[in-house]
T-cell receptor, first 115, second 115 residues
Framework: AQKITQTQPGMFVQEKEAVTLDCTYD???????LFWYKQPSSGEMIFLIY??????QNATEGRYSLNFQKARKSANLVISASQLGDSAMYFC????????????FGSGTRLLVRP | GAGVSQSPRYKVAKRGQDVALRCDPI?????LFWYQQALGQGPEFLTY????????KSGLPSDRFFAERPEGSVSTLKIQRTQQEDSAVYLC?????????????FGPGTRLTVL
């Protein structure tokens, strides 16, 4: 079965510093996609970054980068130069098996950025 | 352009009542997903449509849950004889088939509270 594990229920980071949010996954499918979403208190899920299992390079998107270690089955999100607006829930997700492309989410990490 | 919209944003139902939740996907998006997010948890997949065809309903928790998308655009999630355990945020997401990674765009959700 496919599974996403986020072991950090909550994290603090000082404004302007970098922070890493952990994500490990389990799948037997050789082809898969990994996603990170941000969910502020308003509730809407905001797409941040994507990594394909066959991508040779780690994905980057502005201040977000994904530290993809395939052998370890980890896909950690790195946020550089944290801003107060980065305070939110962060979810790691994997595109599931089969043709439905459903996303399988982890339990999330709540990030609080301190001024 | 407009994003995914959902209505109502909040719904309070008495136990045993039927409810209907609406999702308006991004225009032209062929794929539509429903997820259920319990408090403090990540979203969990309920069902998937490609145009008007419901291709995956493996996540629907019981036969009290029913979803439809009759014309391949707007979708309705119906819950019959609501129970307290149905209290959650119901998220709708849509995606186009043109993206190689099939990014899903989420609506703001409907928060259902069953008393």
């Amino acid at each position: 079965a496919q599974k996403i594990t986020q072991t950090q229920p909550g994290m603090f980071v000082q404004e302007k510093e970098a922070v890493t949010l952990d994500c490990t996954y389990d799948t037997s499918d050789p082809s898969y996609g990994l996603f990170w979403y941000k969910q502020p208190s308003s509730g809407e899920m905001i797409f941040l970054i994507y990594q394909g299992s066959y991508d040779q390079q780690n994905a980057t998107e502005g201040r977000y980068s994904l530290n993809f270690q395939k052998a370890r089955k980890s896909a950690n999100l790195v946020i550089s130069a944290s801003q107060l607006g980065d305070s939110a829930m962060y979810f790691c997700a994997m595109r599931g098996k089969g043709s439905s492309y459903k996303l399988i989410f982890g339990s999330g990490t709540r990030l609080l950025v301190r001024p | 352009g407009a994003g995914v919209s959902q209505s109502p944003r909040y719904k309070v139902a008495k136990r045993g009542q039927d409810v209907a939740l609406r999702c308006d996907p991004i225009s032209g998006h062929v794929s539509l997903f429903w997820y259920q997010q319990a408090l403090g948890q990540g979203p969990e997949f309920l069902t998937y449509f490609q145009n008007e065809a419901q291709l995956d309903k493996s996540g629907l928790p019981s036969d009290r849950f029913f979803a439809e998308r009759p014309e391949g655009s707007v979708s309705t999630l119906k819950i019959q004889r609501t129970q307290q355990e149905d209290s959650a945020v119901y998220l709708c997401a849509s995606s186009s088939e043109t993206g190689s990674y099939n990014e899903q765009f989420f609506g703001p959700g409907t928060r259902l509270t069953v008393l």
